[in-house]
């Protein structure tokens, strides 16, 4: 029976009716135009809403919808953290829900987007036949989706996978406090700030990042700069393919995974880095776990967290 299914970002609603083949049967991408707290929340409601009245004019029943939220959802309470949004901090997003859909029949699971991603790529993606597999999200932040024995690693808080803040380097400054240290250096906002940081510096004074607003401009500057040679550029990929290895290799050495996938924003245009990114991790990783592991991108793009939460919306009908 299809299901409802939403990826929630800092940004953007994606929503889509899923088959339980994983046919998508309608898409579409909203922007959250910069709502917060219940207007966010009133949003999602009203696009389940209209999802609910597009399945009934296509004569299909749901019964279930799943969401995949940037953060931690609280399976205990049904609420949200989402740094992102604005007012999110301990948002009751399953009672929203539960209110304000028109079919009170329809079963709704929450999760957060790092367990949906690995969901997705289990279900339809590079994580098929796995029971041990990590995905390893990066994009303006950093997280990871970890499957253990067939079941998503949650710890006692629900934060697992919040491996942002691995400490890969030391001494401990301040600058890591908001966002951890792994996440500072190699996240997509973290390879802008290095790069923007040596601008500062004057140590690369022929880079032709000096021609862009150094306020404004983005990791995709950097990897443009990168392919054209740009010392500064090639400077800060390295720098953040030796955080991508050490992390690769730590959780390689942690969980003895059959497959790490890289995915999220950055993978993309980091995917080409893939060789470099296993090399500097078996540097590091325990010798015979990283021989048994394969490093691989996503499968899905930017639709595995819609193919996560329609997986998680169609085991909580089954």
């Not at 004019?57 to 953060?71: E, M, Q």
Request: proline share 3%; hydrophobic share 45%.
């Amino acid at each position: 029976m299809p299901v409802i299914s939403f990826d929630l970002g800092g940004t953007k609603l994606a929503s889509a009716l899923i088959s339980d083949e994983g046919e998508i049967l309608f898409s579409e991408i909203l922007s959250l135009d910069k709502r917060k707290g219940n207007e966010a929340g009133h949003f999602i409601v009203e696009q389940a809403n209209f999802l609910l009245n597009k399945a009934s004019a296509l004569n299909i029943t749901v019964a279930a919808l799943g969401i995949c939220v940037p953060g931690i959802a609280y399976a205990k309470k049904g609420t949200v953290w989402a740094p992102n949004i604005p007012g999110w901090d301990d948002y009751p997003l399953l009672s929203e829900l539960q209110n304000g859909i028109t079919d009170k029949n329809v079963q709704i699971k929450i999760d957060s987007d790092r367990a949906c991603y690995i969901l997705g790529e289990v279900w339809k993606g590079n994580a098929r036949g796995c029971s041990d597999a990590i995905f390893l999200s990066v994009g303006t932040g950093i997280g990871a989706g970890i499957l253990v024995n067939n079941q998503v690693l949650r710890g006692t808080g629900d934060i697992a996978g919040a491996i942002g803040w691995l400490g890969l380097n030391k001494p401990f400054q301040e600058k890591f406090t908001s966002c951890g240290c792994f996440e500072y250096y190699a996240s997509g906002e973290g390879i802008a700030k290095v790069a923007k940081e040596l601008l500062e510096n004057n140590k690369f004074t022929e880079s032709i990042l000096f021609q862009i607003n150094k306020e404004s401009f983005s990791a995709k500057d950097v990897f443009d700069a990168h392919d054209q040679g740009d010392a500064l550029a090639v400077a800060v990929i390295n720098n953040a393919i030796e955080y991508w290895g050490m992390a690769v290799a730590n959780l390689v050495s942690l969980f003895n995974p059959e497959k790490i996938i890289l995915g999220g924003g950055v993978f993309g245009p980091a995917l080409q880095f893939l060789d470099a990114i296993y090399a500097e991790a078996k540097k590091w990783a325990q010798p015979v776990s990283i021989q048994q592991m394969k490093l691989e991108g996503s499968a899905l793009g930017s639709k595995a967290g819609l193919y996560g939460a329609g997986w998680l919306a169609l085991k909580e009908q089954s």
